[in-house]
């Protein structure tokens, strides 16, 4: 069964500070990785995907890598700014058993940037 | 690009009652829909998958009988929560999927039970 792991639970930052959030997964046979983001009481929104066969995407002040062999990818977030506040999902997406492709989501990473 | 609309976006209503939600997928045909819950502070967890037009496969631990899903076109998905209890309370996010495409997401329905 995969489980996908995300560190740390929550982070607080003053705006305009470099930062990375980090994501773990145990079963490396994934098609996909995105990086979503979600702000309280709302539905999600996909920032970035990579493909398995990808080693970084790039939307931005985001860059997202990923390591599949190691099982990790990390989501960098530039110059962090107030509005970037939010929760910060990754999902793996695969084939875990016979019902077909599903989305593994981690945690989250709660995400606030202070003026 | 794919939008994918929830309906309700709010329900509170008294124990006991049934509650609908609709997922629909607007430009696009959604050969695979899926419905998660999130408590708060917490990541979403898949309850069920549905394909159209065929039965909705759940997750270990959701009850088929409380969480009714009912995928009849390739545009809509519902979710009944039947004789919802306050421990039902909780976020109900939808997500729709063309075959190979990645899945887009509703905006949630968030459901309080008195």
């Known amino acids: 069964k995969q489980e996908v792991t995300q560190i740390p639970a929550a982070l607080s930052v003053p705006e305009g500070e470099n930062l990375v959030l980090n994501c773990s997964f145990t079963d490396s046979a994934i098609y996909n990785l995105q990086w979503f983001r979600q702000d309280p009481g709302k539905g999600l929104t996909s920032l970035l995907l990579i493909q398995s066969s990808q080693r970084e995407q790039t939307s931005g002040r985001l860059n997202a890598s990923l390591d599949k062999s190691s099982g990790r990818s990390t989501l960098y977030i530039a110059a962090s700014q107030p509005g970037d506040s939010a929760t910060y999902l990754c999902a793996v997406e695969g084939v875990w058993d016979n019902a077909g492709n599903m989305l593994t989501f981690g945690g989250g990473t709660r995400l606030m940037v202070k003026p | 690009g794919a939008v994918v609309s929830q309906h309700p976006s709010r329900v509170i209503c008294k124990s006991g009652t049934s509650v609908k939600i609709e997922c629909r997928s607007l430009d696009f045909q959604a050969t695979t829909m899926f419905w998660y819950r999130q408590f708060p502070k917490q990541s979403l967890m898949l309850m069920a998958t549905s394909n159209e037009g065929s039965k909705a496969t759940y997750e270990q631990g959701v009850e088929k009988d409380k969480f009714l899903i009912n995928h009849a076109s390739l545009t809509l998905s519902t979710l009944t929560v039947t004789s919802a209890h306050p421990e039902d309370s909780s976020f109900y996010i939808c997500?729709?999927?063309?075959?190979?495409?990645?899945?887009?997401f509703g905006d949630g329905t968030r459901l309080s039970i008195l």
């Open positions: 997500s729709a999927r063309e075959t190979n495409q990645p899945q887009h």
